[in-house]
């Protein structure tokens, strides 16, 4: 039985290895591929869904991306990460007002919870950064 587990944990670290390998090497189909195997096995795991959405993302599927995001902030919402790629994914998505309004509710949630904010200041800080960069400078001063 142990002997039955720790072969199942080695076949999930070397199925999360050749994921992340895929994402990082730019091959973000096999990446997805790999990525949906893993939800799969574990559906509320906030890294994969992270993950998953940044290779769906890289394949252009912003709103699929969105989705994966939407779920992890939901399964744990002082997941930081999952903010920060969040706000890419809709200033990319940049296509109408409502992408606005979605990224100025990413921005003050990460602002509306103290602890989230302190102990993931620098992800707000990439935020703004990247809000300004895509959507101007107006939008960030409105977001404050």
Do not use: C
Not at 42 to 69: C, F, I, Q, W, Y
């Amino acid at each position: 039985m142990l002997t039955a587990r720790l072969a199942a944990e080695d076949a999930w670290t070397a199925r999360w290895e050749l994921a992340r390998t895929y994402l990082l090497l730019g091959d973000a189909d096999r990446a997805v591929s790999e990525f949906e195997r893993l939800r799969q096995q574990a559906p509320e795991d906030v890294e994969v869904l992270r993950h998953l959405a940044l290779a769906e993302a890289k394949t252009g599927h912003l709103e699929v991306a969105s989705t994966h995001l939407e779920a992890a902030i939901r399964l744990d919402p002082n997941y930081s990460e999952a903010y920060r790629a969040r706000a890419e994914v809709y200033a990319v998505l940049d296509r109408d007002d409502a992408v606005h309004e979605r990224a100025r509710r990413t921005w003050e949630d990460l602002l509306g919870d103290e602890r989230l904010l302190i102990t993931t200041n620098y992800v707000a800080l990439e935020t703004a950064a990247l809000v300004q960069h895509r959507l101007g400078m107006e939008a960030v001063r409105v977001l404050m």
